[in-house]
């Protein structure tokens, strides 16, 4: 099956710094991405659907000078949380669909936990 | 308005016993019906994709199945392992989004 990573797999911060998290596509090619965060015990909230080479596509109520997202490549996109507060604390996920399976489903990532200090 | 509604949230069975989850959804132009396992601090983990109603898809011991308004997640005999909290989620027409429901939380006593 498609594999998707993300690093870091944790990190903490001190408030007001930035922080980067990667999600790659290991074993297929994917002109979209997308972000999703989870607090506990709910369910995955879509952040941002990312495109390879265009802007992102960020979901009603999410800061996109916030949370900035790049997608160089057709295996690579970056969410970076800028100025960081403890309220941006949460589990972080990206997936992304194997366009070449001809399959919609998506796969996900094993997720970045962010804790602001 | 688009809904993924999922129950029970939380359900706990003896090791061997079998049952459902169920996942009710009403959605314009549903394209695709997925079901997911989550594990604790993991990213969800797929399982099946359904695309039209009367489909069914297996895998070990875990079942499911689509209708035109509903999905079921048949679980039999289920073994420790099987703990885990299982995410319904669907895709229509419009575009690549996906929608999940809250899930349901299985644990399987030994």
């Known amino acids: 099956g498609a594999v998707v990573s993300q690093h870091p797999s944790w990190v903490i911060c001190k408030s007001g710094t930035s922080v980067k998290i990667e999600c790659r596509s290991l074993d297929f090619q994917a002109t979209t991405m997308f972000w999703y965060r989870q607090f506990p015990k709910q369910s995955l909230m879509l952040m941002a659907t990312?495109?390879?080479?265009?802007?992102?596509?960020?979901e009603q109520g999410v800061e996109k000078d916030k949370f900035l997202i790049n997608h160089a490549s057709l295996t690579l996109s970056t969410l970076t949380v800028t100025s960081a507060h403890p309220e941006d604390s949460s589990f972080y996920i990206c997936s992304a669909r194997d366009l070449a399976s001809g399959g919609y489903e998506q796969y996900f990532g094993p997720g970045t936990r962010l804790t602001v200090t | 308005e688009d809904q993924v509604t999922q129950s029970p949230e939380a359900l706990r069975l003896q090791e061997g016993e079998s049952s459902s989850l169920n996942c009710s959804y009403t959605?314009?132009?549903?394209?695709?019906l997925f079901w997911y396992r989550q594990d604790p601090g993991k990213g969800p983990e797929f399982l099946f994709t359904l695309y039209s109603a009367g489909e069914e898809k297996e895998k070990e011991r875990l079942k499911a199945t689509l209708t035109k308004k509903e999905s079921f997640l048949h679980i039999t005999a289920p073994k420790p392992e099987d703990s885990a909290t299982y995410l319904c989620?669907?895709?229509?027409?419009?575009?690549?989004?996906?929608?999940f429901g809250k899930g349901t939380r299985l644990h399987i006593l030994p």
């Open positions: 990312s495109n390879e080479g265009s802007k992102a596509t960020y």
């Open positions: 989620a669907l895709t229509m027409n419009r575009d690549d989004k996906i929608i």
């Open positions: 959605v314009s132009g549903l394209r695709g």
